[in-house]
């Protein structure tokens, strides 16, 4: 009788010939009868699926799949993984992330000793051309504790602002719980737009406070790459987790604790407005406004007075002041704001092509 599965790993990768030998290495080695891996190659242009080919052959005991489709997006590449998994838990890893050793044998004690809905764990940041940024991010809730509160589980989550779709394991039974397919296409961030729907659904969660994998901070990345488009999806992403938080009948707290991040989302995208055109960043910032109003729970002024109080749960007090302050500046058009943010895009521009240039020349 073969053992039960406990976690699928899904791996979404996109001409990830350059990472992906890298990370199905860290993967592979701590797989058991318990694991399966499903790696969804999004049309790539390049050897990925044959690299991934190579891992599977040299691992026969492991259950290794590969999803070979025409290019969807990562939105539909999270939903096929979720279609073909069989695993009582969910875990997505990015091709260029490197999951840390021994990490899935602590994973499979914590489900054995708990059963919990969700599992939160730490992660690095990981500059490779940077490591002087190297730093390890770590959650906000009681370590090693089974947490059953549902505030407490919403209000950490987004008093931390990491709602990534890997940053927690979670049961399938939640993801199969909604509407399928759950990630929302054609849109950027379709993480931020579910994440929070999962944990609204979730009885309990266990914080493991050990580092998940190192997440690969790119010089140049889709998110680094502003667009208008990029700026409205950012605003409006929570947003889309809106409807079934009040179905849910979350908390005032944990509506205070959303307005807070949507307030951090928007003052981020408008920052990044400056780096488009004047005429279009000017059209966009007002549009930007609305968006922000309308996905916020309560007014902009009950918020930002609760972040300037400190009042809500916060993993930096000074930053919550200064994103407060500055969420007041853009609403009211700040000649002074605008100016500031001017220079300060241009020279953040200037230093990100520099590195580039840098890591172009060096690699000749």
Request: proline share 5%; glycine share 4%; net charge positive.
């Amino acid at each position: 009788m073969s053992a039960p599965l406990t976690i699928s790993i899904i791996v979404p990768a996109y001409n990830a010939a350059g990472f992906i030998d890298d990370c199905l290495a860290r993967i592979v080695p701590q797989m058991t009868a318990a694991h399966e891996l499903i790696v969804i190659d999004d049309g790539s242009r390049d050897d990925t699926a044959a690299r991934v080919q190579a891992h599977a052959a040299a691992a026969p005991q492991c259950a290794l799949r590969l999803i070979r489709q025409a290019n969807q997006g990562l939105a539909q590449v999270r939903n096929v993984g979720l279609q073909q998994a069989r695993g009582d838990y969910i875990l997505f890893i990015d091709s260029d992330d490197l999951l840390q050793p021994g990490i899935l044998a602590r994973l499979d004690t914590v489900i054995a000793a708990h059963q919990p809905d969700a599992i939160a764990l730490d992660f690095s940041m990981w500059h490779p051309d940077r490591p002087d940024k190297n730093r390890v991010v770590r959650m906000g809730y009681a370590p090693a504790t089974l947490i059953t509160d549902a505030d407490t589980i919403l209000d950490v989550f987004f008093a931390d602002r990491h709602l990534y779709a890997w940053a927690r394991v979670i049961r399938r039974a939640i993801y199969a719980g909604f509407a399928q397919p759950l990630y929302p296409t054609h849109r950027l961030f379709e993480d931020v737009a579910v994440t929070p729907r999962l944990l609204a659904r979730c009885r309990s969660l266990y914080y493991l406070p050990e580092q998940l994998l190192a997440y690969r901070q790119h010089p140049v990345s889709i998110t680094k790459s502003v667009s208008a488009d990029y700026c409205r999806d950012f605003t409006a992403a929570l947003g889309l987790s809106r409807p079934a938080l009040e179905q849910a009948g979350v908390s005032a707290s944990v509506r205070d604790h959303y307005d807070a991040v949507v307030s951090y989302f928007y003052i981020g995208a408008v920052k990044n407005s400056y780096q488009l055109p004047a005429a279009t960043g000017r059209a966009l910032r007002r549009e930007l406004k609305e968006i922000y109003r309308a996905t916020l729970f309560g007014t902009p002024d009950h918020v930002l007075t609760r972040m300037e109080q400190g009042s809500l749960r916060s993993t930096s007090r000074r930053d919550d002041l200064r994103a407060a302050r500055q969420v007041r500046q853009a609403l009211a058009d700040s000649l002074v704001f605008r100016l500031k943010q001017t220079v300060s895009r241009k020279v953040k521009l200037w230093q990100r092509q520099a590195r580039v240039r840098a890591l172009h020349k060096s690699a000749r």
